[in-house]
């Protein structure tokens, strides 16, 4: 089973609308959720990290965490052709360690 | 102008040699790590490394070596002994504080021929 799990997509969106993107978690007593974008050829930046259950916004972003169903969103508002990128998802999963798991990403195209 | 700086971008290797991967950091963290991006795949973690002279194997240690003999510095050797060395590398670094929180370099591609 797949600790932490994200649709691949693309998710294809128009220019201005809502992109939403999520990601589910195995672990129940996982602490730390990060979204990292990642241009094609590029490595991943961060681009969001949320501790708590609400929302967590920063301009255009916003992240939404939800312990108890165990899933994280990004939703990118007003999205633009430069966010066309793969999004990842990362959890800092209970039992020790405090290193991250990784999500597979999902593709987000935003068109014209 | 702090960061994390990886050389080279490109490697075009033949198939049997060892190569060093750079990795060189100036933001004064004292965790770093090197994960590895095959298409379509997550990061899979290679090796980290909380302290100089210190460093713990990750999910696919097989076939790699590492040394951390100066804090700034994390070089990823792969050898002949990884069977599919063709892939993308990232090396990151985290602070003392936030170990969770990565911040990686540009990356180096690795082509094996």
């Known amino acids: 089973q797949k600790e932490v799990e994200q649709n691949s997509g693309p998710l294809s969106v128009p220019e201005g609308a809502i992109a939403s993107l999520n990601c589910t978690y195995s672990d129940r007593g996982s602490q730390s959720f990060f979204w990292y974008r990642q241009y094609s050829g590029k490595s991943p930046e961060l681009i969001m990290s949320?501790?708590?259950?609400g929302d967590k916004e920063d301009g255009r972003f916003t992240a939404q965490l939800n312990k108890a169903s165990q899933y994280v969103s990004l939703l990118i508002r007003d999205s633009q052709p430069s966010d066309s990128a793969t999004y990842l998802c990362?959890?800092?999963?209970?039992?020790?360690?405090?290193?991250?798991?990784f999500g597979r990403g999902t593709s987000l195209i935003v068109h014209p | 102008d702090g960061g994390i700086t990886q050389s080279p971008k490109y490697l075009f290797r033949k198939e049997g040699q060892n190569v060093t991967l750079s990795c060189e950091q100036n933001?004064?963290?004292?965790?770093m790590y090197w994960y590895r991006q095959d298409p379509g795949q997550g990061l899979r973690l290679i090796y980290y490394s909380q302290i100089v002279n210190d460093f713990q194997k990750g999910d696919i240690a097989e076939g790699y070596s590492v040394s951390r003999e100066k804090k700034e510095s994390f070089p990823l050797t792969v050898t002949s002994a990884q069977k599919n060395p063709t892939a993308f590398y990232l090396c990151?670094?985290?602070?003392?504080?936030?170990?969770?929180?990565?911040?990686f370099g540009p990356g180096t591609r690795l082509t094996v021929l």
């Open positions: 990151a670094s985290s602070p003392r504080d936030r170990g969770d929180t990565q911040y």
């Open positions: 933001l004064n963290h004292d965790a």
């Open positions: 990362a959890v800092r999963l209970s039992g020790g360690s405090y290193i991250p798991t």
């Open positions: 949320i501790y708590s259950n």
